[in-house]
Every structure is written in structure tokens, then in C-alpha cells.
């Protein structure tokens, strides 16, 4: 606003000096002319001297979540800033649609400010944020020098509720205590298939895995990791082809919602299962959850695929 005024008070001026050849006109138009070219050079001089900073935005939340993006500004500069205008662009990877998020602040000399912007989605899917420009106003607010953040860019995955709570009542008497190696199931001679290797306590694993004596020998949570070819293991398929019929985006979330109800049954009853499906160019993706965040991480892949009709991969 303020450099539309002055640019306004300056065409007054040039119009004055024109037509009545003033003296004093001419040197006010000077003046005027001199102070733009002072405030030009001083707002690109700030802007050498102001540093951004993105923080990273949380890498999942829920839908209709706020989702802070923090951005930092720092002035090194003795020469205070009367305005900063921080523009960041956030994409839905499932429309492609692209959303403008603008903040403003002042940044007194040697100052530093934190600005927060909040995001907010209805749907489930995967964002993608990124910082766009700066534009930096000298200390009258006449000038603006634009400046650039980096090109990095976060992915944040909206992912429905997946809350895994331990049930004694689902889990059977079998699998309530991993059999040690060299215990057999009937308590006589050695069961091969029990054998297990240790490792560090990941989490989201179901406690009944852990090695209290090696805890408690190496003050670390260890965990028995046993043979993966001897583990059972269901096997799920995920249908996306929709028929040829039209499938909205509620529609999307409420069978997002769905694999995320499955995933916390099975992970609550201790069944590890595999997941998979076709995408668009029928390549297929598998998935295997053993624990909470394998089945965070399936959630995600299943978040870059769209519903489709299978044409493409025939």
C-alpha cells in the first residue's frame, strides 16, 4: 500500500514539474527519485542479511488435524525491517491442487521472530509443502526485495486413526509367550522353528517379544526376532480397480478407513499379515506389517495411489 502511495505522490510531482516548471518541483521530484533509489539499494541490502529458516512439518498427522509449519526469520542486520512477507505453497498429491499460505512480520534490528502457519485437510492423502518467497521491505515499506528458500520440500501423510490396543481375549494360549529357543511346544526336545536372533526394541512391537534377561543384562530393550519363512503370515489384497464407476473422495477415505480398521484388528490380535495390490500401470506393491508403524508405512504407500479402472495396465 505504501509503495502505490508514493508512487502515486511522485507521478504528482512529475506532473507538476512538467507543466508548471517549478523550481522547488523539480528538486522535490529529485528528492523523491533519490529516496526511492536509497530505500531500493537498502531493501536489497536487508535482504542479505536475513536468514529463513522451514523447521520441518510433523511427517503424519490425521485428518482435520492443525498441522503447524513453522518458519524462523532472523535479522542480522542494525537496520530494522518494517515487513516480511512469507509466501508457502502446500500441494494435495490426489488433486494436484496447489494452496498459497501468506504471513507477515516486522523484524526489529538484530531481531529474530517465529512465524506460524497451520494446515488443515478433510481428506486423507499426502501433502507436500515447501517454502516459496520472501519479500523483504526496507524501513519505510516502499521497497521490497524478493528472496527465494531452498528447494527442499516435506511430504506430510493425512492417515486415518490406527489405535492398537492389546486384547488378552484375541490372543490365543499358543502365542502368548514365544517359545524360547530349545523349548519345544510340548516341553520335550528341541523345536527348530523356534530359533530367533536379538536385536533392539522397536516401537509399536508387541511386548511379549522382549528378552528380559538381555534387557536387563545390557540395560537395552531387546527383542526376539524370529525366522521370517516359519512365521505365518496372511496374505491381503487390495482391490482399486473401481469397475469403470466414479469414486469420490469420501468415498477414498472411507476405504482408507477400512484397511486402517483391519490393520489395527490383526496387529491388536498379533497376526502379522502381508498387504498388496495393482497400481495404475498394474506393477504390483506388497507390503508386509509385523507392527503399528509397518502398517503406518503401508497406510502411506496406499496414500500415492488413486482408485482407477484398470485400463492402463491392460
Known amino acids: 500500500m505504501k509503495n502505490k502511495l508514493f508512487l502515486v505522490i511522485c507521478l504528482a510531482t512529475l506532473a507538476f514539474a512538467v507543466f508548471t516548471q517549478n523550481d522547488f518541483t523539480r528538486f522535490l521530484l529529485g528528492f523523491e527519485f ?9 531493501a536489497r541490502l536487508l535482504n542479505r542479511h536475513i536468514d529463513k529458516v522451514l523447521s520441518p512439518p510433523p511427517p503424519r498427522a490425521g485428518r482435520e488435524q492443525e498441522i503447524p509449519v513453522e518458519v524462523l526469520l532472523v535479522n542480522h542486520s542494525s537496520i530494522p525491517v518494517s515487513e516480511i512477507r512469507v509466501d508457502l505453497k ?24 517465529l512465524l506460524r502457519f497451520v494446515l488443515q485437510t478433510k481428506h486423507y492423502g499426502l501433502l507436500t509443502v515447501w517454502g516459496d518467497r520472501l519479500l523483504i521491505g526496507d524501513p519505510l515499506g516502499i521497497n521490497f526485495a524478493s528472496s527465494h528458500f531452498s528447494k527442499k520440500t516435506w511430504e506430510i501423510a493425512v492417515l486415518p486413526e490406527l489405535t492398537v490396543e492389546q486384547d488378552p481375549r484375541t490372543v490365543s494360549d499358543k502365542t502368548k509367550r514365544p517359545v524360547e529357543a530349545g523349548e519345544g511346544s510340548d516341553g520335550k526336545g528341541q523345536d527348530p522353528t523356534a530359533a530367533y536372533e536379538l536385536r533392539p526394541y522397536q516401537e509399536g512391537e508387541p511386548l511379549r517379544n522382549i528378552h528380559w534377561k538381555m534387557t536387563a543384562k545390557t540395560g537395552e530393550m531387546m527383542v526376539k526376532e524370529f525366522a521370517r519363512d516359519t512365521e505365518p503370515m496372511a496374505l491381503v489384497f487390495l482391490d482399486l480397480d473401481t469397475g469403470g464407476q466414479t469414486c469420490s473422495r469420501d468415498q477414498w477415505d472411507a476405504f482408507l478407513e477400512t484397511v486402517a480398521s483391519f490393520a489395527a484388528s490383526q496387529l491388536a490380535a498379533e497376526n ?7 497400481d495404475i500401470q498394474a506393477q504390483r506393491k506388497q507390503v508386509r506389517v509385523r507392527q503399528e508403524t509397518d502398517a503406518r508405512e503401508m497406510l502411506t504407500e496406499l496414500l500415492r495411489e488413486k482408485p482407477h479402472t484398470g485400463s492402463a495396465g491392460e
Open 272 to 278: 502379522p499379515f502381508e498387504v498388496f495390490w495393482l
Open 34 to 42: 533519490l529516496l526511492w533509489m536509497a530505500l531500493f539499494v537498502c
Open 90 to 113: 502446500c500441494r494435495d498429491e490426489y488433486t494436484g491442487a496447489v494452496q498459497r499460505l501468506r504471513s507477515t512480520a516486522m523484524l526489529d534490528s538484530r531481531d529474530e521472530t
